[in-house]
T-cell receptor
Framework: SQKIEQNSEALNIQEGKTATLTCNYTNYSPAYLQWYRQDPGRGPVFLLLIRENEKEKRKERLKVTFDTTLKQSLFHITASQPADSATYLCALASISGGYNKLIFGAGTRLAVHP | DTGVSQDPRHKITKRGQNVTFRCDPISEHNRLYWYRQTLGQGPEFLTYFQNEAQLEKSRLLSDRFSAERPKGSFSTLEIQRTEQGDSAMYLC??????????????FGDGTRLSIL
């Protein structure tokens, strides 16, 4: 069956370090992968989108990689700050969903400590 | 840019009652999505509209659930004869139609439904 896995345990890091979050998937052939941030009681906020033919995407302190052979995406936040503390969700879009339907992982909670 | 707005933010009702939620998408977005999210899980797709046409419905959307987008602008999601298991956050999102390309979805802050 199709499955998206993100680290279920919270990731605790010190301010200034690089946070690395993992998204693994099975039985999918996603054409696109998106990362969202979600704060408690709020809706997800879009961060980055990467296509299957792209290896890496960057935006300011954020970097996403997409390895379709390993079926994995890594999401990095460099020079992390306490304000980066949130839950981070990965989401896949595949041709079977007409590229419209996003399938989300359960998210990884990141806590950045001063 | 006013963003996606949802109303109400919170709804508490007794089991068996009907509830209706409203979503106002970003004005130039012709795609609108509904998701459901329970504690500790990611959003689960329920349905989506392209303008006023409802193009896909998840198997999660039982016959007690109905969604409409009558004029291709705002949308409503109605749940009839609510059950305990319907307690969740209901999220609405909108996006542009980029002719088959994937676009970011812009989410509202959801309606939290609690069934007593």
């Amino acid at each position: 069956s199709q499955k998206i896995e993100q680290n279920s345990e919270a990731l605790n890091i010190q301010e200034g370090k690089t946070a690395t979050l993992t998204c693994n998937y099975t039985n999918y052939s996603p054409a696109y992968l998106q990362w969202y941030r979600q704060d408690p009681g709020r809706g997800p906020v879009f961060l980055l989108l990467i296509r299957e033919n792209e290896k890496e995407k960057r935006k300011e302190r954020l970097k996403v990689t997409f390895d379709t052979t390993l079926k994995q995406s890594l999401f990095h936040i460099t020079a992390s700050q306490p304000a980066d503390s949130a839950t981070y969700l990965c989401a896949l879009a595949s041709i079977s969903g007409g590229y419209n339907k996003l399938i989300f992982g359960a998210g990884t909670r990141l806590a950045v400590h001063p | 840019d006013t963003g996606v707005s949802q109303d109400p933010r919170h709804k508490i009702t007794k089991r068996g009652q009907n509830v209706t939620f409203r979503c106002d998408p970003i004005s130039e977005h012709n795609r609108l999505y509904w998701y459901r999210q329970t504690l500790g899980q990611g959003p689960e797709f329920l349905t989506y509209f392209q303008n006023e046409a409802q193009l896909e419905k998840s198997r999660l959307l039982s016959d007690r659930f109905s969604a409409e987008r009558p004029k291709g602008s705002f949308s409503t999601l109605e749940i009839q004869r609510t059950e305990q298991g319907d307690s969740a956050m209901y999220l609405c999102a909108s996006s542009l139609d980029d002719f088959g390309n994937n676009q970011p979805q812009h989410f509202g802050d959801g309606t939290r439904l609690s069934i007593l």
